[in-house]
C-alpha cells in the first residue's frame, strides 16, 4: 500500500460543485484513480474515522460536517502518494495553504476544507479498506 493514499471529497466541496475540478486536479498532478464512489459517512462512521480527535473542542462540529451530505472517497495511487497528496491539497487551514493548492483553491474555512488525505501509509490502508470492498479496487 506505500504507494497509495485515500482521499475524500468533503460535503463542502460537493455542495459547491468541485467534485470535477477536484478529480481533475487529481489526475493531472500525476494520481492514478484505483477505486472511486460517492458515498455517506453515518454519525458512527465519521466518529470512527476522525476518533484520533474526539476529546478535541471542534469534534461534535467536525462530525456533523462530515456527515450532513454525500462525499466523494477513492484510492489514489502514485510514487509517494501520501506525501504528494498531502502536498496538493496544502494545509488545513485553507489561509496558511499554499497558491494553487486544493484547498487555497477549494477550502471555506479550517472546519470545511473541501479534502481529506490519509497522514501515513498505515492509515491509507486502513481509510481504504474502511471505504472499498476488494471487487471495488482496481
Ligand atoms: P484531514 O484529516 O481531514 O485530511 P488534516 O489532516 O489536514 O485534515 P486534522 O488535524 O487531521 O487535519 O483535522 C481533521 C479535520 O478536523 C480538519 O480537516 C478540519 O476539517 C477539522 N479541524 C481540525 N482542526 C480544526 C479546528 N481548529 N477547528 C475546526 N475544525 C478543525
Ligand atoms: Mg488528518
Known amino acids: 500500500m506505500a504507494n497509495t493514499t485515500l482521499m475524500m471529497i468533503k460535503p463542502d466541496g460537493i455542495e459547491n460543485g468541485h467534485i470535477g ?76 495553504a499554499a497558491e494553487g493548492t486544493i484547498r487555497k483553491l477549494y477550502a471555506t474555512s479550517m472546519g470545511e476544507n473541501a479534502v481529506h488525505g490519509s497522514d501515513s501509509d498505515e492509515n491509507a490502508a486502513i481509510e481504504a479498506a474502511f471505504h472499498f470492498a476488494t471487487r471495488e479496487r482496481f
Open 21 to 96: 475540478n477536484i478529480l481533475e486536479k487529481v489526475t493531472s498532478s500525476g494520481f492514478k484513480i484505483k477505486a472511486l464512489k460517492l458515498t455517506q459517512l453515518t454519525l458512527a462512521d465519521a466518529e470512527h474515522f476522525y476518533a484520533v480527535h474526539n476529546e478535541r473542542p471542534f469534534f461534535g462540529e467536525l462530525v456533523a460536517f462530515m456527515t450532513r451530505g454525500p462525499i466523494v472517497a477513492a484510492i489514489l495511487e502514485k510514487d509517494n502518494a501520501v506525501s504528494d497528496f498531502r502536498a496538493l491539497i496544502g494545509a488545513t487551514n485553507p489561509a496558511e
